[in-house]
């Protein structure tokens, strides 16, 4: 794991419960007290932290808690694969779909290169570089305010153009739920694009690892029953997939051993 990864998983963790000792992070990330003595000194260095004799308290507001896109994208990586393979079976030859700007739907918009007759909408100036060769894909951007460090364009413009389409079906990256509160996240402006696309698509499916569960973040997107289909990871708790699939949401769960087989049995194969 490199030093970027890991300290963006100590903010994570210190998003959620405030403080936490050096020997519980010594634990999560498998590394020595040495390599979190100095992942604690760089991080207080930034103004997250207070380093405590033995731990860390954490000086960032934990409904406001966004990390750089770079970050976002090393962080549970394999599990995002996992999650975009299992959403790739969702969108078919001939759909209207919206790919919002995450790096979950991003994954899930590599595996679209060869579909026939999709329109795809996005509001990911990453998504249409993804695709800007897929022949059989017709690509629309929305414009609107870039935010620079999310790489997502929100805004008047953005939202301008989202009230004059329907869509078949609606891809969201989801920062944070919770079957209780609901669906939010840290910036306004992306909510704002969420309660928007809820409304555009027939098809809502949101794209969320294990770590987005049982979390509240600043902005209100809305209540979970805005999204149709949910597909996340087999890290994530069973009591929030229960409570879901009770509030009558469509849970898939990608699981992540089936989807590291083909690539032991390669290794296998190689070995032979």
């Given at each position: ?5 890991r300290r963006f998983r100590i903010r994570e963790i210190l998003a959620t419960q ?86 979950t739907v991003l994954d899930l918009a590599g595996r679209l290169h060869n579909r ?157």
């Amino acid at each position: 794991m490199l030093a970027e990864e890991r300290r963006f998983r100590i903010r994570e963790i210190l998003a959620t419960q405030r403080t936490i000792s050096a020997s519980e992070l010594c634990s999560a990330l498998a590394v020595t007290p040495a390599t979190i003595r100095r992942d604690l000194a760089a991080l207080e260095d930034e103004g997250v932290l207070v380093r405590s004799h033995g731990g860390a308290v954490s000086r960032m507001s934990s409904t406001k808690f966004q990390p750089s896109y770079e970050a976002l994208a090393r962080s549970h990586s394999e599990e995002k694969h996992a999650i975009a393979r299992e959403a790739e079976k969702l969108i078919l030859d001939g759909d209207t779909v919206f790919l919002e700007g995450s790096t979950t739907v991003l994954d899930l918009a590599g595996r679209l290169h060869n579909r026939n007759r999709l329109t795809v909408v996005t509001n990911s100036p990453t998504i249409v570089c993804q695709l800007e060769h897929s022949a059989g894909v017709t690509v629309l951007c929305t414009g609107g305010d870039l935010q620079k460090d999310t790489f997502y364009f929100s805004g008047e413009w953005a939202q301008r153009a989202l009230s004059e389409i329907r869509l078949d079906k609606a891809v969201l990256g989801v920062s944070a739920i919770d079957p209780g509160y609901g669906i939010s996240t840290a910036n306004h402006a992306e909510a704002q694009i969420k309660k928007m696309l809820v409304k555009a698509a027939k098809t809502r499916i949101a794209l969320a690892d294990h770590s987005k569960f049982g979390k509240q973040s600043f902005a209100y997107v809305g209540p979970v029953s805005d999204i149709t289909t949910l597909v996340t990871d087999d890290g994530t708790d069973p009591k929030y997939i229960n409570e879901l699939r009770e509030a009558g949401i469509e849970v898939i769960v990608a699981e992540m051993q089936q989807a590291q087989l083909p690539a032991r049995k390669n290794r296998s194969n190689t070995n032979k």
